[in-house]
């Protein structure tokens, strides 16, 4: 009866140890496959992380969405130390060594989001990019001290162009978004390497989706949504608007310069109008901006609502909680680079230019009817 029970445990264990053998296998990471996964930049390496929750999270700590995983750093915003993940022991892919993960992001305002992440590899960049499958150090081409392949692409289309549409060295040309794999040495750590997905510029939901599902969600969401946007009307109501003429002659001078600009522009394109035309446009575009000082609440609110829904779209929430301390909305947009002083200014003047069809009507009719009668401006 003993040798039938122990017979009975022995197989009941061989079972088990079968079955956690084959659990263990399937939860194996092939880093060639992962590699390869990561080097597309896009969701195809986090949906793979998933597959492999268990392997993964050997490794370190790991965060899970839907159909994500993502490996888990101390603070994304802070410096190498933090935005940083060490491997519990180093992961080996043929004779690559995969010492961490590094996950970051930036926003520089009106120069961008800037999101990184990737792999901390042993060995500088010639002899990590060796060791890479071919199907990825093929695609790294030399670019200074680092390999590179970028990507960019126009937020208001689909799809993504090979290449850049920015020189080198400046920020991604506003409106569009640019998508790398990068090699490069490790700042501070010699014998170390990053191989790192970049996306950066003008990056929005739609440009996260199928990349960064993660960021994609927490930046759609409607009510970050609209707390950003409260935040950011909270703002701009400590908005004053600074004159913009000091006095009237200072202001029937900036009324001649537009006018004497348009006469040019006309004058180039062949017009012949008689100095009576420009003498009668230089009176409607004073009586014009002298119309405007005395709209002041009405382009003030058009302000407010103007640079409130410039400083949600372009800041995060924590950089908006951080704009609210600032004494002066000015300082907090130029502070945060939503704008530059130069910017403001003339967003300021734009504004009021181009009010005439709102609040000037009156002006706007009797430039219309000089036209009619001398003919139409160039445009």
């Known amino acids: 009866m003993k040798s039938m029970i122990d017979k009975a445990l022995r197989m009941t264990l061989a079972a088990g140890l079968i079955a956690f053998g084959a659990q ?20 195809s390496f986090f949906s793979y992380l998933s597959r492999h929750a268990q392997a993964a999270g050997q490794l370190g700590p790991t965060y899970q969405q839907a159909d994500f995983l993502n490996f888990k ?41 800037y999101y990184y992440w990737g792999f901390v590899l042993a060995g500088k960049p010639d002899a990590v990019r060796q060791a890479l499958p071919a199907s990825i150090a093929g695609q790294l081409k030399p670019d200074g001290a680092l390999y590179a392949r970028g990507e960019w692409r126009d937020i208001g289309k689909p799809g993504w162009q090979a290449g850049s549409a920015t020189p080198s060295g400046q920020a991604p040309k506003n409106g569009t978004a640019e998508r ?8 501070g750590q010699p014998d170390e390497s990053t191989l790192l997905c970049s996306l950066q510029g003008s990056v929005n939901p739609s440009v ?48 001649q310069k537009s006018v004497d600009a348009l006469r040019k522009k006309d004058e180039a394109a062949g017009g ?28 003030q ?55 005439w069809d709102a609040l000037l009507r009156e002006s706007d009719a009797e430039r219309s009817a000089l036209e009619k009668q001398y003919g139409p401006l160039a445009r």
């Open 180 to 187: 790398l794999l990068l090699l490069e040495a490790r700042e």
């Open 272 to 299: 012949r109008k008689p100095e009576a035309f420009w003498q009668a446009l230089a009176e409607i575009q004073n009586r014009a901006f002298d119309a405007m000082d005395k709209q002041e609440a009405a382009t």
């Open 301 to 355: 609110d058009r302000l407010r609502v103007l640079f409130a829904a410039l400083m949600a779209v372009r800041l995060d929430k924590a950089q908006l909680e951080e704009a609210a301390k600032e004494g002066s909305p000015i300082v907090a947009m130029a502070g945060h680079n939503v704008l530059s002083v130069e910017g403001i200014v003339s967003m300021q003047q734009l504004l009021r230019l181009g009010g």
């Open 73 to 113: 750093v101390a603070d994304r915003l802070g410096a190498d130390s933090a935005n940083t993940l060490r491997f519990a022991n180093p992961l080996p892919v043929g004779k690559l060594s995969l010492l961490g993960f590094q996950d970051s992001y930036s926003n520089l305002g009106q120069d961008g989001r």
């Open 208 to 255: 996260l989706e199928g990349i960064r599902p993660d960021q994609q969600r927490a930046e759609s969401d409607p009510a970050y949504i609209a707390a950003k946007r409260e935040l950011a009307q909270a703002i701009m109501q400590r908005y004053a608007l600074p004159p913009l003429w000091e006095n009237a002659d200072a202001r029937r001078a900036a009324a």
């Open 24 to 43: 263990a296998s399937a939860e194996t990471l092939d880093g060639k496959a992962m590699l390869e996964a990561f080097s597309r930049c896009d969701a």
